[in-house]
């Protein structure tokens, strides 16, 4: 089975442009999170979602980051504009809401010059 | 801040067993404990979860205690391939799911 689907897997912008992560979740899940991690900070749960509709946000840095689940099988991350703090790997993840057990993307490592 | 307290490192011989303790003083009686595990440059991988019964699996057991405020996940036969950074995690399970919150985590070094 095909796991949580991540793109792009390396990203490289400059300050200022927008940033747009995505994510396909498995097939059945219904809740998807969006974390990011860093060195200083380690991981860190940006938002997530049950059954399409965020539910917790609280982890959004700014008001650059947004995060849409237009269906079951997509999300979007985007940052607009983009600045060299956002520079992490930003993890995926997707689960049944019922278990708990939350299931990996590889991630987007994102680099903002 | 997370709710658990794990050792920074530690290391484990190759084919011993991996004992990896975990302090959750302050769990909730509706709280489960999970073990996540982040290979290098991987995302975080599940391992195991428990309520109040020590459980296992195919990866791990995970031993908690009768006041549960500790437990310790136990890798029977430890090989290079379970060099990681281990979390240990306190949540509620399903439904609610609040918070998911990743400390720092114990990195496990198996040595040849």
């Known amino acids: 089975d095909a796991g949580v689907i991540q793109s792009p897997r390396h990203e490289v912008t400059e300050m200022g442009q927008e940033v747009t992560l995505r994510c396909k979740p498995i097939s059945g899940h219904n809740s998807l999170f969006w974390y990011r991690q860093t060195m200083m900070r380690g991981l860190e749960l940006l938002i997530y979602f049950n059954n399409n509709v965020p539910i917790d946000d609280s982890g959004m840095p700014e008001d650059r980051f947004s995060a849409k689940m237009p269906n079951a099988s997509f999300s979007t991350l985007k940052i607009q504009p983009s600045e060299p703090r956002d520079s992490a790997v930003y993890f995926c993840a997707s689960s049944l809401l019922e278990t708990g057990e939350l299931f990996f993307g590889e991630g987007s490592r994102l680099t903002v010059l | 801040d997370a709710k658990t307290t794990q050792p920074p490192s530690m290391d484990c011989a190759e084919g011993r067993a991996a004992n990896l303790p975990c302090n959750h003083s302050t769990i909730s009686g509706n709280e489960y404990v999970y073990w996540y595990r982040q290979i290098h440059s991987q995302g975080p991988q599940y391992i195991i979860h428990g309520l109040k019964n020590n459980e296992t699996n195919e990866m791990a057991s995970l031993i908690i205690t009768e006041d549960r405020k500790s437990s310790t996940l136990i890798l029977p036969h430890a090989t290079l391939r379970d060099t990681a950074v281990y979390y240990c995690?306190?949540?509620?399970?399903?439904?609610?799911?609040?918070?998911?919150?990743f400390g720092k985590g114990t990195k496990l070094s198996v040595k040849p």
């Open positions: 995690i306190v949540r509620v399970a399903g439904g609610s799911q609040g918070n998911l919150i």
